[in-house]
């Protein structure tokens, strides 16, 4: 059971991915849709309010009202969630794709949302779960339909909600079942008010079952070390991108996957990983792009941004006692968007694409002991002019069976050459993951 409740909120976050299209990234796209910022303005502190507050009503022991043990769990869990939300912000500094502020990553109204609908969905169970994670879908959704958020925004600040209240959120006990019995007598429904035991029991049933299903959670920094771009129009030439100012290098993003078995040795993997950036500055040199021309030294707005959807199949080759191996091979699909326009607003070009990729992978792992291990993996493929390369390494933490913790370093490697759009990126991404198992 809890599998299939935190299944259903991960659909839910990576349902971004459909429900955001990429041309609602504009910055400062507010215009006439003031009602869907001010909708998820009232979300995300209904959520929790809704979900704290019911356990002042919601104690299964009829002569009393109030779950103070829920109460308890509601606090610890939010606070959690509030507290890493806003040192984040404060340490990560990332500008808002409006340019407001340097408040951005994580977003503080998807965490508080989908704070308040995983504690619905922990202590009180899926019938009331799924509608909640609905409504934190569309706070999230509305961040960044109204350009105060980029997805990874929305994507770090749903994890850290959901996180939160796995971690320390149990169901409630004393939940009353209706069960069928069959007896000499004949037929009957026996009423039975029980529980899960609270968060021993379910840590207990965490450590006695094996590493099944898992999301995983990985946020850091990213360093651009290039990023060229050129659209495929006459007389349009290639521009570093990374020449302008970079008020927004590093950029800090999130990606997440979730994986599932699939057989014996096999998993089965799906990731999402928004890469978004913002600079102003001006180029030393003229620059042609989507049909506009950019004098030497005119001050411009530049928005860049890639989005890799992927699905892997990984098949474990050895799984030893200190060694483990896999060899994987997926498809993947990425956006890419880039635009110039002065920042008087009088010149402005956009150029987008969409690329189709296969790719394979591999990794090792070296476990040290139970609890540490070391990983390291690569991921890639070149079709004619196209490249991707993934690779880096990671030293895994494991408390429990339930739960990693990890420091890694990824080199990323982008380069799509279509009809309309070229890209050569490059980055360095140093990164904390966080992973929960099912």
């Known amino acids: 059971m809890p599998a299939a409740?935190?299944?259903g909120a991960i659909v839910l976050v990576?349902?971004?991915?459909?429900?955001?299209p990429p041309g609602a990234m504009a910055a400062g796209d507010d215009g006439d849709d003031d009602w869907i910022r001010t909708s998820g303005d009232i979300l995300q502190i209904a959520l929790p309010v809704l979900g704290g507050g019911a356990t002042f009503f919601t104690n299964p022991d009829p002569d009393k009202k109030w779950d103070r043990e829920g109460t308890k769990q509601f606090a610890k869990a939010y606070g959690l969630a509030w507290g890493s939300t806003y040192l984040i912000k404060i340490v990560?500094?990332?500008?808002?794709?409006?340019?407001?502020?340097?408040?951005?990553?994580?977003?503080?109204?998807?965490?508080?949302?989908?704070?308040?609908?995983?504690?619905?969905?922990?202590r009180f169970g899926r019938a009331f779960g799924i509608p909640a994670f609905a409504l934190a879908l569309w706070t999230g959704y509305t961040r960044v339909h109204s350009g105060w958020h980029y997805r990874d925004d929305v994507i770090a600040g749903a994890s850290i909600g959901m996180m939160s209240n796995w971690l320390i959120v149990s169901p409630l006990p004393g939940k009353v079942q209706f069960l069928p019995t069959v007896n000499q007598n004949g037929y009957g429904i026996q009423v039975s008010v029980g529980g899960s035991g609270g968060q021993q029991a379910a840590d207990e049933q965490a450590e006695a079952r094996p590493r099944h299903a898992s999301y995983?959670?990985?946020?850091?920094?990213?360093?651009v070390i290039s990023n060229t771009a050129s659209s495929k129009g006459e007389g349009d030439n290639q521009f570093v991108l990374s020449d302008l100012e970079g008020f927004n290098d590093p950029t800090t993003t999130a990606v997440v996957t979730i994986e599932f078995p699939v057989g014996a040795r096999g998993r089965l993997g799906v990731t999402y990983g928004p890469f978004e950036a913002r600079d102003q500055g001006a180029f030393n040199y003229?620059?042609?792009f989507g049909g506009e021309t950019y004098l030497a030294g005119t001050p411009l707005d530049s928005s860049w941004r890639f989005y890799d959807l992927t699905a892997r199949y990984d098949y474990a080759l050895a799984n030893s006692e200190r060694w483990g191996a896999k060899v994987g091979a997926g498809a993947g699909v990425m956006?890419?968007?880039?635009?110039?326009?002065t920042q008087d607003q009088t010149q402005s070009a956009l150029v987008d694409d969409q690329t189709f990729y296969p790719f394979l992978g591999a990794d090792v792992e070296y476990r040290f002991s139970h609890h540490w291990a070391l990983v390291v993996d690569i991921a890639g493929m070149t079709i004619g002019n196209d490249w991707i390369l993934d690779t880096g390494g990671t030293v895994i933490w494991r408390p429990s069976r339930a739960w990693d913790v990890a420091f890694g370093y990824t080199y990323l490697s982008r380069k799509i050459d279509t009809d309309t759009f070229y890209n050569d990126v490059q980055y360095s991404i140093p990164y904390l993951s966080i992973t929960r198992f099912w």
């Open 14 to 20: 990576l349902s971004l991915v459909v429900l955001v």
């Open 92 to 122: 990560a500094a990332k500008a808002r794709p409006n340019g407001a502020n340097r408040t951005s990553f994580p977003s503080g109204h998807t965490m508080s949302a989908f704070a308040g609908a995983g504690f619905i969905d922990g």
């Open 216 to 223: 995983r959670f990985n946020f850091g920094p990213a360093f």
């Open 286 to 288: 003229d620059v042609s």
């Open 335 to 341: 956006y890419s968007y880039a635009m110039l326009a």
């Open 5 to 7: 409740k935190s299944t």
